[in-house]
């Protein structure tokens, strides 16, 4: 069994049975059938801000908890030295101040990340495990720092 980390926006698509949520599902089933799903506690806390803002109706949120009864989640609260490190890592190259694990720094301009997909990747990051997502926000980071494996 393999381990991925998924980004806030993959569970919005699945749960509202898009084309990107269904292209999800099957990158997902050929990546591991029976995969080990792990979020950060920050995706948790995202989908619930996002439940709340757009008014999802009871069947949405009890498809969206079906699906969160499956999920490993990493809390930061409690966070270990080596995600506190992955966080740092991946900030600091983002922000072209330090070279990722081949040596090479970031092309291009430095990318602002938003904290809470600091802590997303930095998750991804100290376990060694890809990121799924369905937005560019991990883009500078795929292949240099972690693999992003973006369903489009």
Known sequence: MKNIVIDTCVFIHIVRDTDTGRKCIEALEK???AANVIVSVVTKAELASFIAQNNWGKSKIDKLNKILEEITYIDISN???LLIDS???IDAFSKRKIKDK???LLN???????KN???IA???YSLDIPLMTTDGDFDHLNGSMMNVLKIV
């Open 117 to 119: 997909d600091l802590w």
């Open 79 to 81: 966070a270990d030295q």
């Open 102 to 104: 081949s040596g090479n």
């Open 87 to 89: 966080y740092t890592e």
């Open 108 to 114: 291009g301009s430095a990318k602002k990340m938003g």
């Open 31 to 33: 990546y591991d059938e």
């Open 122 to 124: 930095a998750t991804a």
